[in-house]
T-cell receptor, first 114, second 112 residues
Framework: NAGVTQTPKFQVLKTGQSMTLQCAQD?????MSWYRQDPGMGLRLIHY???????DQGEVPNGYNVSRSTTEDFPLRLLSAAPSQTSVYFC?????????????FGEGSWLTVV | GQNIDQPTEMTATEGAIVQINCTYQ??????LFWYQQHAGEAPTFLSY????GLEEKGRFSSFLSRSKGYSYLLLKELQMKDSASYLC?????????????FGGGTRLMVKP
């Protein structure tokens, strides 16, 4: 059982470039979300989705796009990378009713924008 | 919005007990999580409280008081491997379902 798979694990971008962070889960979870974590800080919600075809903004959505065409996949797109987007990105998935140990995190993607 | 506060750093001695506090202000409260995160790794689940009281799980316990907007994580018999960041996260219910909001994390250093 793969759980939540994120790719790539490490990426260096130049300012202005675009890229997509991939996230896939094989647990048939309705709920998927993207967080960013800056040094010494907690996780901040970027975008989330409660099911295929449904997405919404979190706390820090600017500069990012998402789509949810299938239950399994929830890619995060950086449209025009900026140094302020240098961060660690975590994808997470869960069943819609959050309780107990039902939130699964990917291993993280380290992104540096130069 | 939600406001979650926890100390930035704490230091404790191996074998001792440490309590990490978390206070929150939120509407639609639907539970509180504690996660452990080692440097360079994803958060891992420690505990979940939705009702008032103490939940004990081995060396780790978590307490919740919903009326006070307060929780703590208690770590007993500290080991060097407990050096990590501890994240308090609140689940709130909105039209989209349940949302998870994290505090800034408490970096715990365990010294010999």
């Amino acid at each position: 059982n793969a759980g939540v798979t994120q790719t790539p694990k490490f990426q260096v971008l130049k300012t202005g470039q675009s890229m997509t962070l991939q996230c896939a889960q094989d647990m048939n979870h309705e709920y998927m979300s993207w967080y960013r974590q800056d040094p010494g800080m907690g996780l901040r919600l970027i975008h989330y989705s409660v099911g295929a075809g449904i997405t919404d903004q979190g706390e820090v959505p600017n500069g990012y796009n998402v789509s949810r065409s299938t239950t399994e996949d929830f890619p995060l797109r950086l449209l025009s990378a900026a140094p302020s987007q240098t961060s660690v990105y975590f994808c997470a998935s869960s069943y819609r009713g959050l309780s107990g140990n039902t939130i699964y995190f990917g291993e993280g993607s380290w992104l540096t924008v130069v | 919005g939600q406001n979650i506060d926890q100390p930035t750093e704490m230091t404790a001695t191996e074998g001792a007990i440490v309590q990490i506090n978390c206070t929150y202000q939120t509407s639609g409260f639907n539970g509180l999580f504690w996660y452990q995160q080692h440097a360079g790794e994803a958060p891992t689940f420690l505990s979940y409280n939705v009702l008032d009281g103490l939940e004990e799980k081995g060396r780790f316990s978590s307490f919740l008081s919903r009326s006070k907007g307060y929780s703590y994580l208690l770590l007993k018999e500290l080991q060097m491997k407990d050096s990590a960041s501890y994240l308090c996260a609140v689940s709130v219910e909105n039209n989209a379902g349940n949302m998870l909001t994290f505090g800034g994390g408490t970096r715990l250093m365990v010294k010999p």
